[in-house]
């Protein structure tokens, strides 16, 4: 089975940077994705990893190490829009994907 | 392209009734799925298609039934409605390209079991 771990909540001051940070556990890794969610709305797809390192993406980074089964979400320049929750989800092997339950981002003036 | 699309938005359902809930995508994607949102929770994996003809379990699959006849649609079945299931369904699709992938969620379904 699978377990993913992310911090229930996070404060961050607008303008600033945030990291967010994912761990898991898995039986057969087959890529990582992060996910944006405002309330009362749909997840908005922000990244996939599936090899280690860092894809950027304008404001938005993510990381992967596969090996300590760790993944970071990276939010520059922070804005109040990115005050949300941000998902971390792993897709195992058989094509089964698994969200963790969420990082819930206020972001302060 | 509309993506992927929901039916209905809204339903209120009473214990013991049956329902559709209707998802459809026209991206050609090979994988689909079905997950529920509860108020201040994460998503949970009902069912998943990894193509047209093959489906499989969640992590919560009890209470529900899905198909996949064709790659554009996964519809999902409440057999026997039960309170429990009042949630927030999303229909989600997504296409694996090697070293890429992107997958893309539709608006919702809110139901409400009485």
């Known amino acids: 089975g699978q377990n993913i771990d992310q911090p229930t909540e996070m404060t961050a001051t607008e303008g600033a940077i945030v990291q967010i940070n994912c761990t898991y556990q898995?039986?057969?890794?087959?890529?990582l994705f992060w996910y944006q969610q405002h309330a009362g709305e749909a997840p908005t797809f922000l990244s996939y990893?599936?090899?280690?390192g860092l894809e950027e993406k304008g404001r938005f980074s993510s990381f992967l190490s596969r090996s300590k089964g760790y993944s970071y979400l990276l939010l520059k320049e922070l804005q109040m829009k990115d005050s949300a929750s941000y998902l971390c989800a792993v897709r195992e092997q058989g094509g089964k994907l698994i969200f963790g339950q969420g990082t819930e981002l206020s972001v302060k003036p | 392209n509309a993506g992927v699309t929901q039916t209905p938005k809204f339903r209120i359902l009473k214990i013991g009734q049956s329902m559709t809930l209707q998802c459809a995508q026209d991206m050609n994607h090979n994988y689909m799925y079905w997950y529920r949102q509860d108020p201040g929770m994460g998503l949970k994996l009902i069912y998943y298609s990894v193509g047209a003809g093959i489906t499989d379990k969640g992590e919560v699959p009890n209470g529900y039934n899905v198909s996949r006849s064709t790659t554009e649609d996964f519809p999902l079945r409440l057999e026997l409605a039960a309170p429990s299931q009042t949630s927030v369904y999303f229909c989600a699709s997504s296409y694996q390209d090697g070293y890429t992938d992107t997958q893309y969620f539709g608006p919702g379904t809110r139901l409400t079991v009485l």
């Open positions: 898995t039986s057969g890794f087959n890529g």
């Open positions: 990893n599936v090899l280690d």
